[in-house]
């Protein structure tokens, strides 16, 4: 826990209430958390305006807990959240998950939103609805050096782009397919594994995705009680190349975590190969015939090296 719990309910009164002025004192300046190599399997959406959600983010098993100012909260709520988001970043531990907070849309408040987060520091702010490049670039000039940048790909604009899309800040995209199927004037009853056109969305924005350098993160499973069905998705989707799933409860964080984490024999053979092929180039040699693993060359190795996690 974040707070104890009197300063927890008093926080949840302050929101409740709309006390913007005591949700304010917990606020203070918070440096950007060092950036560090972890696995990313998993992205759960947590409330902004429900304190006693945002008050485990220090205990997530999720690896990115995606602060949500967006749907779900109330227009008269969005000012109440926000800085209750923000007091709960400013005093989140070094250990908690990636702090992502998703904004609003930028001509609807959440460029306003951006602006008061970077007093805190999450790791990265998302934007919704994205259409353009321009909106990247924007947010992009909006948000503080040390704070990455996150993109919802749930427009037919951004899903036709997505493998033009830049910038320095740029890291990750999520899929909002059920969105893009209403965008797209396609019905979302088409949301069935082994659908070929929802192969293509997913095929398409997981290559589109990765040929400019950034994380795909597969779409929200809804059905949040149908764990047997998100098992399902999620070892269809790390077959097609996906690693990482949005989420909606802690249970669906443990099944992606899972699923999501490459099998202790992969990750045996990528270290032996990592290991073999640094001592073989150390001798010069860039090819070998290896006696447990046949054929090893570069590719080979830059495929163990991204097994790993280490090659970008």
Avoid at 15 to 37: A, E, G, N, V, Y
Avoid at 150 to 178: Q, W
Wanted: hydrophobic share 40%; aromatic share 8%.
């Amino acid at each position: 826990m974040i707070f104890d719990p009197a300063t927890l309910a008093t926080i949840q009164e302050a929101i409740d209430r709309d006390d913007l002025t005591l949700l304010q004192s917990f606020i203070h300046p918070s440096p950007p958390r060092p950036k560090k190599p972890r696995p990313i399997r998993s992205a759960l959406m947590v409330s902004a305006h429900k304190a006693r959600h945002l008050n485990k983010l220090d205990e997530l098993e999720a690896d990115i807990a995606i602060i949500n100012l967006e749907d779900g909260v109330p227009p008269q709520r969005k000012r109440a959240a926000l800085y209750a988001a923000m007091a709960f970043i400013a005093h989140a531990p070094q250990e908690a998950p990636l702090l992502v907070v998703r904004v609003n849309p930028l001509d609807q408040g959440g460029a306003r939103e951006i602006e008061e987060l970077n007093r805190v520091h999450p790791d990265a702010i998302r934007i919704p609805k994205v259409r353009t490049q321009g909106e990247i670039d924007r947010a992009s000039a909006l948000i503080d050096e040390g704070i990455d940048l996150h993109i919802s790909v749930e427009t037919k604009e951004a899903f036709r782009d997505l493998a033009s899309f830049h910038g320095a800040k740029l890291k990750a995209c999520y899929l909002g397919i059920l969105d893009l199927l209403v965008d797209l004037g396609i019905p979302q009853s088409i949301l069935k594994i082994a659908n070929p056109t929802i192969d293509q969305i997913l095929t398409r924005f997981l290559l589109d995705a990765k040929s400019q350098g950034l994380l795909p993160i597969s779409f929200v499973y809804q059905d949040y009680q149908d764990l047997e069905g998100f098992r399902q998705w999620c070892s269809y989707e790390y077959a097609m190349g996906y690693r990482a799933k949005g989420c909606i409860s802690p249970a669906q964080v443990t099944i992606a975590n899972e699923i999501f984490t490459p099998p202790p024999s992969q990750l045996q053979r990528a270290r032996y190969i990592k290991e073999r092929y640094e001592a073989m180039a150390a001798q010069g040699v860039g090819g070998f015939v290896d006696e447990r693993y046949g054929f090893i060359d570069e590719p080979i190795y830059k495929d163990a090296l991204n097994i790993l996690g280490e090659y970008r």
